[in-house]
């Protein structure tokens, strides 16, 4: 298949703006085979979860909007492969339920927040983009666009300050590098050296608008240059790719050499938000969509590991249909679960209980 003519804003991503290109297997490098399942059945579990959801969309169950993660696995198991939970601390933002799973938030907790459930990791308050894991370092996630940025920069504040040793992570999209508070916090990481890791998922699109009718390039880590943040590009469908690009990341900050910039880039499968995928808020994808599909971070993995011998076409047909299950088992279980009880919102809104 011929590849697309890139514009001179595009080359500043190269080949990876080309949705024709990519397709093949990942390079496993020396990483050992548990370790690489074991991302393999995180990011399956991701799909199988985004899936599942947009099927709750669907049919009317899910009332809360949801924007949803699949194509997108690689970066958020990626980079929690690099973290040391809950010592690292994590923020998302409204396409989280992916940082939630990577960093291994409950996925049962995840259903019955997403159908407003009081087991749920935010019982039941705050839906699909509210959740939280304090218990492996996720702090929270928010809807609006870019205000965990300078959460993480100060968490990483904290950790310089307590001695942890510890980094923070802000997880958010292409068009958060349009919000002025994204400018702030990299000025002050920079200035500072603090150990926080801006993690860019750019999947070229924020809301309906293509990032060719936001921003002059199509790269952003032209804003970690301006910035004096370290950075790099990674494909962000390269699982491995960018485990050891956050691994680098997580050594800098330790090591007291301040802050980094990682744009992964990617591409979401579903439109902004809900659960059709032909189109984006209005905006027809379905030309590049399915050359995006082919560079879809599972597969790549999945056969790789085949070659490699490290599991048999049976494994990896095993692995999908556990996570399947896990995930069917999760969806009955919150919908049997119960609601919030009606005092619940003065409860969680002041302290020492209901008024």
């Not at 802050?259 to 591409?267: I, K, R, S």
């Not at 969806?331 to 209901?354: F, I, S």
Request: a negative charge; one cysteine or more; glycine letters at 10%.
């Amino acid at each position: 298949m011929q590849s697309i003519e890139l514009t001179s804003a595009a080359r500043a991503l190269g080949l990876l703006a080309d949705p024709a290109q990519g397709h093949a297997p990942v390079a496993l490098g020396s990483r050992p085979p548990e370790a690489l399942v074991a991302m393999l059945r995180s990011m399956m579990l991701i799909r199988a979860a985004e899936n599942g959801i947009a099927e709750l969309v669907r049919t009317g169950e899910a009332r809360c909007p949801c924007h949803l993660a699949a194509g997108q696995e690689a970066c958020a198991v990626g980079v929690a492969a690099a973290l040391d939970t809950p010592r690292d601390k994590s923020f998302g933002a409204h396409r989280s339920h992916g940082h939630y799973l990577a960093v291994g938030g409950d996925l049962d907790a995840l259903l019955a927040e997403v159908l407003g459930k009081e087991t749920g990791c935010s019982h039941g308050m705050g839906g699909s983009m509210h959740l939280v894991s304090p218990e492996h370092g996720l702090l929270g996630t928010v809807p609006i666009v870019g205000a965990t940025i300078p959460i993480a920069t100060g968490a990483a504040l904290a950790a310089r300050l307590d001695g942890s040793g510890g980094v923070s992570v802000s997880f958010f999209g292409d068009g958060a590098t349009e919000e002025g508070v994204f400018h702030e916090s990299m000025n002050l990481a920079a200035t500072m050296a603090l150990p926080v890791l801006f993690v860019c998922e750019n999947n070229l699109f924020s809301s309906h608008l293509h990032i060719s009718l936001r921003q002059p390039d199509w790269s952003t880590a032209r804003y970690a240059e301006a910035h004096k943040v370290a950075w790099e590009v990674v494909d962000g469908n390269d699982v491995v790719a960018v485990a050891d690009a956050a691994e680098r990341a997580v050594a800098r900050g330790r090591a007291g050499h301040g802050p980094t910039f990682l744009e992964l880039v990617t591409y979401r499968w579903y439109g902004h938000v809900g659960p059709r995928d032909d189109q984006d808020v209005g905006v027809k994808r379905d030309g590049e969509l399915p050359l995006w599909k082919r560079r879809d971070p599972i597969r790549r993995l999945e056969e790789a590991l085949v070659a490699s011998g490290a599991l048999e076409p049976g494994d990896v047909a095993s692995l999908r249909q556990a996570v399947d299950a896990d995930v069917e088992r999760a969806v009955e279980l919150a919908r049997r679960a119960p609601y919030p009880q009606a005092d619940a919102t003065a409860k969680y809104l002041y302290t020492g209980g209901t008024r």
